[in-house]
Each structure stands twice: as structure tokens, then as C-alpha cells.
């Protein structure tokens, strides 16, 4: 695969919601691997109908999509899910790197990182062998679906 260059998630939201939009609207036939890409696009965006921005609209494409593409959507989605925070093979700096912001707070400086992992302690492990002595704060988001 050739990556040509970086799409600004945005972008990318904007993309797969208007594909999306032209595919149902339009009634056109596609095939498999595009019904999945699509789907794909809408349990990342949406996670997996669990954000407040999810729309009956989304869960309705979404299931015509599953249907195409022959995909089991709780499995699909919980397999990417698994795939996309897996942090086997990353270094502790390229987790903590991947969403990291530097802030300047009363003349000292501030980190913030968000990481998401689906596997809290492999993560735990990493940052204890890192980070001797350093205080971490985490913030825990639970997403009821």
C-alpha cells in the first residue's frame, strides 16, 4: 500500500458521510469491499453508534452496508476497535507522541496525552517502566452503548 498523504480526520468524516449519503440516495449498486470501507468509516466515526453525534441515519446506512459487505457489525467493529488501539510493538514514546499536547501553565509545563487502548494494562506496564516516580492522571471514559 502507498500512502499518497494525510487526510484531516474531518475531511475524512465529511467524506465517508457524503459517500454514504450518495450510495443510499441514489440507489446505486456497489460492491463488497466498498460497502465495507464505507461501514468501516461509519463504526469508526460513530464508535460503533455510541457517540452523541450518532444519527438513526448512520445505524440505517450502517446496517445496509453490514448486509453487502456480509459483516457482522458488534464483531467487525469490536475486531477494529481491537486492531486500532493495540499498542503491541509501539514504544512508549510513540504511544504517548501519537496525541500529545504542550501546554504553559504559571511559568511551567504541562503534558497531556491522550492515548485509547482497549488494553489498559499492557499500557500500565509501559508507563511504570518509563515513568518511575511521575504522577499520572487518568481519566477513564466509559461509552455505554
Known amino acids: ?50 457517540s452523541p453525534t450518532t444519527t438513526e441515519y448512520d445505524k440505517y446506512v450502517a446496517h445496509k452496508l453490514s448486509v453487502i459487505a456480509s459483516i457482522n457489525i458488534d464483531e467487525y ?22 496525541d500529545l499536547k504542550i501546554f504553559e501553565v504559571e511559568n511551567k509545563r504541562l503534558a497531556i496525552a491522550q492515548v485509547i487502548t482497549l488494553n489498559s494494562e499492557e499500557f500500565l506496564n509501559k508507563t511504570k517502566e518509563k515513568m518511575p516516580g511521575y504522577v499520572l492522571v487518568f481519566i477513564v471514559l466509559y461509552l455505554v452503548g
Open 1 to 50: 500500500m502507498n500512502i499518497m498523504h494525510k487526510v484531516d480526520k474531518v475531511k475524512l468524516q465529511f467524506i465517508n458521510l457524503s459517500c454514504s449519503r450518495i450510495y443510499v440516495e441514489s440507489n446505486i449498486e456497489i460492491d463488497k469491499d466498498i460497502a465495507g470501507l464505507m461501514l468501516s468509516g461509519i463504526l469508526s466515526d460513530t464508535l460503533k453508534f455510541t
Open 77 to 98: 467493529a469490536n475486531n477494529m476497535f481491537k486492531a486500532g488501539t493495540n499498542l503491541e510493538g509501539k514504544t512508549f514514546e510513540d504511544i504517548i507522541d501519537g
